[in-house]
Nanobody
């Protein structure tokens, strides 16, 4: 059973940093693991993609994309074993406030964590 568990959220002031972690378990065959990413959902708004690591092929580098609103401030990464995904968030702004969710594609099926809350005060 695939499970994603996020952690690292909290209440910070504008300009501060947070590091979110997503622990991935239940992956039986790494060949089936596709893109991994972080989404966020602000109150009353739709869930949106923040950052994503895409898989192109075994012979090419991963493809990393960011939403324009976080470019230069957020960095997505994962461990070599591909059992964890991280989101380093620097220079946080009040508009970064929301619930942050980890997402993976496994055998072309999406899996979500329960989310972790980030609140940035001005």
């Amino acid at each position: 059973q695939v499970q994603l568990v996020e952690s690292g959220g909290g209440l910070v002031q504008a300009g501060e940093s947070l590091r979110l972690s997503c622990k991935i378990s239940g992956i039986l065959n790494m060949f089936g693991l596709g893109a991994v990413g972080w989404y966020r959902q602000a109150s009353g708004k739709q869930r949106e993609l923040v950052a994503n690591i895409g898989f192109k092929s075994v012979r090419s580098d991963d493809i990393i994309t960011y939403d324009d609103s976080v470019k230069g401030r957020f960095t997505i990464s994962r461990d070599n074993a591909k059992t964890a995904v991280f989101l380093q968030m620097n220079s946080l702004k009040p508009e970064d406030t929301g619930d942050y969710y980890c997402n993976i594609q496994y055998w072309n099926r999406p899996y979500w964590g329960q989310g972790t809350q980030v609140t940035v005060s001005s």
